[in-house]
C-alpha cells in the first residue's frame, strides 16, 4: 500500500526503491539523496525489538536515517 505513494517519484519527486539491499539487511524502501530508509512492521517485527535495534543501528552506521511504521498504521492513515 504505501509503495503505491512512494513509486514513481510520487512523493516529492524521491526516487525510493523497493526491497534494497544493504550490508546484510533488505529495507523496504530506501532513497539514496535523501539516504532515508523506510520499515513497515508487520508481525515478524513483534518480540524481535532487540534483532530490530541491532540492525537499525549498522544501516545507521552508512549514515541512513530510518523511519519505522507499524503495518497497521500504514494501512489505517492511507485509507482516511
Known amino acids: 500500500m504505501l509503495w503505491n505513494y512512494l513509486k514513481h517519484k510520487q512523493m516529492k519527486g524521491y526516487n525510493f526503491h523497493r526491497q534494497k539491499p544493504i550490508d546484510n539487511y533488505i529495507v523496504d524502501f530506501f532513497d539514496s539523496e535523501l539516504m532515508?530508509?523506510?520499515?513497515?512492521?508487520?508481525?515478524?517485527?513483534?518480540?524481535?525489538?532487540m534483532r530490530d535495534a541491532r540492525r537499525k543501528k549498522k544501516i545507521a552506521s552508512?549514515?541512513?536515517?530510518f523511519l519505522r511504521f507499524d503495518d497497521l498504521d500504514?494501512?489505517?492513515?492511507?485509507?482516511w
Open 36 to 49: 532515508l530508509a523506510i520499515e513497515v512492521n508487520g508481525e515478524s517485527h513483534y518480540g524481535n525489538e
Open 74 to 79: 500504514i494501512v489505517i492513515n492511507l485509507i
Open 62 to 65: 552508512y549514515g541512513i536515517e
